[in-house]
């Protein structure tokens, strides 16, 4: 359940599945916050920096 939580965060464009990913595997599986980040790591470096919707233009309407 959290993961979903977590997997609607990042559709929502919030930007905060990797937080949230992180809280699901300390808390949820269990891992320990050295194990858990380095699984996130390599995830963490493939999201392009600064990714936010916040620069949107705005649309014509």
Do not use: E, K, W
């Not at 939580?5 to 916050?33: E, H, K, M, N, Q």
């Amino acid at each position: 359940m959290a993961l979903l939580i977590a997997l609607g965060a990042d559709d929502a464009g919030s930007g905060l599945f990797l937080p949230i990913a992180l809280l699901y595997l300390t808390r949820v599986v269990g891992l320990p916050l050295t194990t858990a980040s380095a699984l996130l790591r390599p995830l963490a470096r493939r999201l392009p920096a600064g990714a936010d919707h916040a620069n949107r233009q705005p649309t014509a309407g």
